[in-house]
């Protein structure tokens, strides 16, 4: 496998089709230097895109929400993803629209003259987490927290935030787990480093309130497909000690989809039947 940076194919950049290996930009990007981007993933099955346009929409929240404005509507990202799709011949892909400042008369912190730039990759990527929807997922606890919502627009999907995802999961993939699970700043279960999470106990489900991390889109799904099978779920502060008491347990997100996990830490979980349910149940409607 290439690098990202060394592949064929055409990426969408600021309106047009560019070739792959020339989709760059300056070092004095503003985004490289303070963070200033936002992006979305999004999976492609069978040519169309799930929940597309609410990625969309979520793009253009998230700029607002670190302060910058996207030139583009939601019809004109939709219609971009769907440019860079046909441009390479996919079906089945992985899609990547990101926003940020680009370089111009700014490069210290305030950065209100440099435009706003925009671009939509797509590539084939399998299995997030390998092989872990049949025996589930190893996850390590990560030392460092999900911040206050007072510190960082936590319902933007903001490439600053993933700063401790990034250090979390290389500390766990050292310690042989496939990514690591994170508390709060309150010291409550929170998610994984990209992905949401949720716990089975007694046939009903719990999973942590999102008011200080991301309320995935696939998590909000899955919390529908439970609900329409009349499956209780508590959507509640989760406190450490009660995983121990947790039979089951499974990860949710546009790369993960639906990943049981099988270990967090020292405490075990079985990949059981409501899991392994829900995995199938999400293959066959992003498939429908």
């Not at 401790?164 to 709060?184: L, N, P, Q, V």
């Amino acid at each position: 496998m290439t690098g990202y940076d060394d592949r064929d194919g055409f990426i969408w950049m600021d309106g047009k089709l560019v070739p792959w290996r020339e989709a760059n930009v300056h070092l004095l990007t503003h985004a490289l230097h303070y963070a200033s981007s936002v992006f979305e993933g999004e999976r492609a099955y069978g040519g169309r895109i799930f929940k597309s346009r609410e990625h969309s929409e979520r793009l253009r929240t998230s700029a607002s929400l670190i302060d910058f404005e996207i030139p583009y509507s939601v019809d004109e990202i939709e219609a971009a993803k769907a440019q860079v799709m046909q441009a390479n011949g996919m079906t089945d892909a992985y899609v990547r629209a990101l926003a940020w400042r680009g370089a111009g008369e700014d490069m210290g912190v305030a950065s209100r003259r440099n435009p706003v730039r925009m671009a939509v990759a797509a590539w084939e990527w399998g299995a997030y987490y390998g092989d872990a929807k049949m025996k589930g997922a190893k996850l390590d606890i990560s030392k460092w927290k999900r911040p206050s919502p007072e510190t960082a627009p936590s319902q933007a999907k903001a490439a600053g935030l993933y700063m401790i995802c990034t250090m979390s999961k290389h500390a766990a993939e050292a310690k042989g787990c496939s990514d690591a699970m994170m508390f709060d700043y309150r010291g409550y279960v929170a998610e994984a480093t990209g992905a949401n999470i949720f716990f089975v106990r007694d046939g009903e489900v719990h999973t942590p309130k999102p008011d200080c991390f991301l309320n995935g889109i696939t998590r909000q799904t899955v919390i529908g497909m439970l609900h329409d099978r009349q499956i209780k779920v508590h959507e509640r502060h989760i406190m450490p000690e009660e995983l121990e008491g947790f039979q089951q347990c499974w990860l949710t997100g546009t790369a993960a989809e639906v990943t049981p996990v099988g270990q967090i830490g020292d405490y075990s979980f079985e990949v059981g039947a409501l899991a392994r349910e829900m995995v199938d149940a999400y293959e066959k409607l992003v498939r429908a």
